[in-house]
C-alpha cells in the first residue's frame, strides 16, 4: 500500500510544480513539456534518475520526465548497437509503444469527444 502512496504523491509533486511553474512564468506549455522531456533525458544521462526512479515508482516513470529519461536510455542503447544511426534510431525505438499508444487514444479521444476549435 505504501508504494502506491509514494507513487501517487510523487506524481502529485511533479505536476504541482510543473503547475506552479506554468502560473508564475510566462513559459508556454509546449516549452515546459520539453524542459521536463530534456531534464528527464539529462538525469538519465547523469544517473540520477534510475535511483529516483526505483524509489518513486510509477510516479517517476509515468510523467513527462519519465519519458526523456526512456528515450535516453534508447539513445545510449542504440549508440552501442548501431553506433551515430543509433542516436536518431535508439529514442524512437525505446518509445515507440507510448508514442503508438498516445496516438491512437488520442485519435479514439477525438472519434468520441469530437473536440472543436476554441473561439
Known sequence: MMEFVK???TGGVICALVQ???????????RVMVLLVVSGAVLGFLG????????????AGVPLLGF????????????????????FKGGLTASSAGIAGALVFGYLGACLFRPKMKE
Not at 540520477?48 to 510516479?59: K, N, V
Not at 526523456?68 to 542516436?87: P, S
Open 68 to 87: 526523456g529519461n526512456t528515450l535516453w536510455k534508447g539513445v545510449a542503447k542504440g549508440i552501442g548497437e548501431d553506433g551515430v544511426l543509433g542516436i
Open 48 to 59: 540520477l534518475y534510475e535511483p529516483f526512479a526505483q524509489w518513486a515508482g510509477a510516479g
Open 7 to 9: 507513487a501517487f504523491l
Open 20 to 30: 506552479i511553474l506554468l502560473d508564475r512564468t510566462k513559459l508556454m506549455p509546449g
